[in-house]
């Protein structure tokens, strides 16, 4: 995303993501690597996206550190393992991103005036969110 600088929640949970997977690279696979600083680098991120990606008064994760606002890339969150699906955070997020970003019946990745994205113009929906939904709601067991 282009404007100022931020801690994005969701890019943090990617580099978490990687380090995950280099650690079950080594355990699981026998791929040779530094396993235990890579864990350690995991659970670091895990902790820094757990208080400063999360906002605890509205049950959700925000788009970036210390910002109210949403992104519904936030809803892959279960699908790679950062969380499960059922843990009353994820569930918080997709009910918050599901109020705020469904317009038309599907939904959009962010809004766009209330997030200084450096792009001019407005924001469509973006389909994939639309599956990114569909897949959250299905792990917690809606329908």
């Known amino acids: 995303m ?5 801690h994005f929640t969701h ?3 990617m580099a ?3 380090a995950d997977r280099m ?5 699981d696979f026998g791929l040779t690597g530094a396993a235990d600083r890579w864990e350690e680098l995991r659970d670091r991120i895990h ?3 757990m208080t400063h990606g999360f906002d605890a008064g509205r049950n959700t994760f925000v788009q970036s550190y210390g910002r109210p606002e949403l992104d519904a890339s936030l809803l892959l969150i279960p699908r790679v393992g ?3 699906p059922d843990d009353p955070r994820v569930v918080g997020t997709i009910d ?4 705020e970003l469904t317009h038309d019946g599907f939904l959009l990745r962010y809004r766009p005036a209330d997030s200084d994205d450096g792009l001019p113009g407005g924001e469509g929906v973006f389909l994939a969110c639309s599956f990114w939904l569909v897949d959250a ?3 917690v067991g809606r329908r």
């Open 82 to 84: 950062f969380l499960p």
């Open 16 to 18: 978490w993501v990687a």
């Open 2 to 6: 282009r404007g100022p600088r931020r």
């Open 47 to 49: 902790a820094d996206v």
């Open 137 to 139: 709601l299905v792990g």
């Open 11 to 13: 890019s943090k949970v």
């Open 23 to 27: 650690v079950k690279g080594v355990r």
């Open 96 to 99: 918050a991103v599901q109020r």
